[in-house]
């Protein structure tokens, strides 16, 4: 196996196989990986990165997962576990519609007693009294949790949750397919073949999708490659997934690994990412977990969007993030302009809003 033959297979529009990501993954020069990556971005792009302006709302940190994993899980009645009502999540929202987002992204803990009307009940709110913002709400795993706590299927849920005014289901919950790191994580969720299930049930509805992957933690490069393989597969029976992101994992007070992967490892999977997941248009650097020196790189191996201003991350940061909370519109565009490229606000369907560079 050769570099120079996967880029021309890369370049003519071929689909690069397991084995070749592995090769890739492993390529020791990593401009060099990062420059085919590059080419398919740009080829797609342009000079173009996109942004968001959006807030994230976490209407509970309460969660009966325990998922080993995450710093951000409390138990009913913890010091420290929240519940928004109604009126306060939409404050938070009136508030941040004043500073212009388009966008309210929404995931919550898995609540043992909150009913699901009352996050029906949130989204139907924010739609009537902002009508113009989308919300991108839920992940498969709160879809999920909605169905066995109202004994409802998952196609029902999905269509309360279309009726209340969701489009837009967010990519979290996916972890890593893998079931033996899903094990050492401590997962208990849906596993893999559901997650993808659910997202494309979503897609045949008519929703518009994201998808993750939690890295850097036990996995190894074939489990990543696997990962990207069912994602890669759902993605062409369905076609509903937009955007791709890799999370990196922060340890934050939990008992696993306290290192972080490394520079090198977060360009990698980005790289690899955009290269294998050649049916994805979006290949997302967020910036919370990633950092915003690692997302600015990220952008010149095969990234093209940062997410968004955030306004107020707090999964992340309840496992350590060191950046802010939130970024001003200005901090994002300078992000982008001073890696050499072009930021463009988007909305969550990623229609332009407002080409920064003209
Ligand atoms: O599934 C939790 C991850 C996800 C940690 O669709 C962690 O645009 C790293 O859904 N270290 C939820 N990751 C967040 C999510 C999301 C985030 C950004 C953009 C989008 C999108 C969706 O957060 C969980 C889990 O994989 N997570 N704890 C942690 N300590």
Redesign the pocket.
């Known amino acids: 196996m050769k570099i120079e033959e996967i880029r021309e297979k890369v370049e003519s529009g071929g689909r690069i196989s397991e084995s070749e990501a592995l090769y890739l993954f492993n390529y020791p020069d990593i401009l060099a990986l990062g420059e085919i990556a590059r080419g398919v971005k740009e080829k797609k792009f342009g000079k173009k990165v996109f942004f968001n302006r959006n807030l994230h709302l976490n209407l509970t940190n309460v969660c009966i997962s325990n998922c080993r994993?995450?710093?951000?899980q409390k138990k009913l009645g913890e010091e420290g576990s929240y519940a928004l009502s109604l009126q306060e999540a939409l404050d938070l929202v009136s508030q941040a519609e004043k500073e212009g987002i388009t966008e309210v992204?929404i995931?919550n803990g898995l609540h043992p007693k909150l009913p699901f009307d009352y996050y029906l009940e949130v989204v139907a709110a924010i739609k009537e009294k902002h009508p113009h913002l989308i919300i991108?709400a839920f992940?498969a795993v709160e879809v999920d949790h909605f169905s066995r706590f109202s004994n409802l299927s998952h196609r029902k849920v999905l269509e309360k949750i279309w009726e209340a005014g969701v489009r837009f289901l967010?990519?979290?919950?996916a972890?890593i397919f893998s079931p033996r790191v899903r094990t050492l994580l401590g997962i208990n969720k849906i596993p893999g073949d559901k997650w993808i299930e659910i997202h494309q049930l979503a897609h045949q509805m008519g929703f518009k999708t994201?998808a993750?992957l939690?890295y850097g933690h036990f996995e190894k490069a074939e489990e990543i490659i696997e990962h990207l393989k069912f994602l890669r597969a759902a993605q062409d029976k369905t076609g509903g997934f937009v955007?791709f992101?890799p999370?990196?994992?922060?340890p934050?007070r939990t008992e696993l690994k306290k290192n972080l992967s490394t520079c090198v490892e977060d360009l990698r999977i980005f790289a690899l990412s955009r290269i294998f997941l050649d049916n994805f248009s979006h290949i997302?650097a967020?910036w919370v977990?990633t950092g915003l020196k690692v997302a600015q790189m990220a952008l010149h191996f095969g990234a093209d969007d940062v997410?968004g201003t955030i306004k107020k991350e707090v999964?992340?940061h309840a496992?350590g993030s060191p950046e802010k909370e939130g970024l001003t519109v200005e901090e994002v565009v300078t992000l982008i302009a001073e890696a050499g490229l072009e930021p463009v606000e988007r909305n969550t369907f990623y229609q332009p809003l407002k080409n920064y560079a003209a």
Do not use: R, W
């Not at 967010?170 to 919950?173: A, D």
């Open positions: 994993f995450c710093s951000y992204h995931v991108k992940t967010p990519g979290g919950g972890e994201n993750t939690l955007s992101i999370l990196k994992f922060q934050g997302k967020y977990t997410d999964i992340m496992a």
